[in-house]
């Protein structure tokens, strides 16, 4: 619930957290879906992969905390915090993850997260993802604008991002922690008129 704002707010609460979370289709039948027990080993296997492990410093330790993190994730949507989502492929296969976080209705904002399997990559995996849960929270929900950051070293990222439309808005010095130190941090974003 949001209180004693001068305006009313872009989305109102307590409309989506009632509801289920939804599959969202996406390019190419490929689609998103809340992560399910049995990912779990899929979940874990992310985050030994090297690349995975440079740019996402919170990591689960173990099929158990994967789960806690299901849970959580579960407990987000319901309280209209973030969605999380599986990427997955037609066949079911799991190709990677895609979320929308920190939603703030008062401003209609919310933050963007991805990353693809290691096998999956270079085939426009991401690309897609984004594009879907972009529409879907644009024009189902309501958003007036997404926002991602990412380390400015992080090239790959830096091009779904400009590619999904997110344009680049600016540097954010020495604005998060890595593994290896601080990092210089892009922030992109693509609103209802960009
Ligand atoms: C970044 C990441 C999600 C890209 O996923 P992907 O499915 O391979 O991306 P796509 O296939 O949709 O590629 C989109 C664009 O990025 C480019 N790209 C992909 N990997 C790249 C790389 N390593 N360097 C430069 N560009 C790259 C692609 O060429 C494509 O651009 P193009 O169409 O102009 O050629 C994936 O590499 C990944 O998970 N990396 C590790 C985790 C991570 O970086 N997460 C994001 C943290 S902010």
Not at 12 to 29: E, K, N, T, W
Not at 87 to 112: I, K, P
Not at 126 to 150: C, P
Request: with cysteine; proline share 5%; hydrophobic share 45%.
């Amino acid at each position: 619930m949001i209180r004693d704002l001068s305006m009313p707010p872009v989305i109102p609460s307590g409309r989506i957290g009632d509801s289920p979370q939804p599959v969202v289709p996406a390019a190419d039948g490929l689609f998103l879906r809340p992560w399910e027990a049995a990912d779990a080993p899929v979940f874990l296997a992310a985050y030994q992969d090297d690349a995975i492990r440079r740019w996402h410093t919170r990591r689960p330790s173990n099929e158990a905390r994967v789960l806690e993190w299901f849970s959580a994730y579960r407990r987000d949507w319901a309280a209209e915090r973030g969605g999380h989502w599986a990427v997955v492929a037609g066949d079911g296969a799991v190709l990677g993850r895609t979320a929308l976080r920190g939603w703030d209705f008062g401003d209609g904002a919310a933050e963007l997260a991805y990353w693809v399997l290691p096998a999956a990559r270079g085939a426009g995996v991401a690309t897609r993802a984004v594009e879907a849960l972009t529409v879907w929270a644009m024009e189902e929900i309501g958003f007036h604008r997404l926002h991602l950051d990412h380390s400015t070293l992080n090239s790959a990222s830096c091009r779904v991002a400009t590619k999904s439309g997110y344009l680049l808005e600016g540097t954010k010095r020495s604005a998060a922690v890595h593994d290896d130190g601080r990092h210089d941090m892009h922030l992109h974003a693509r609103t209802r008129e960009s």
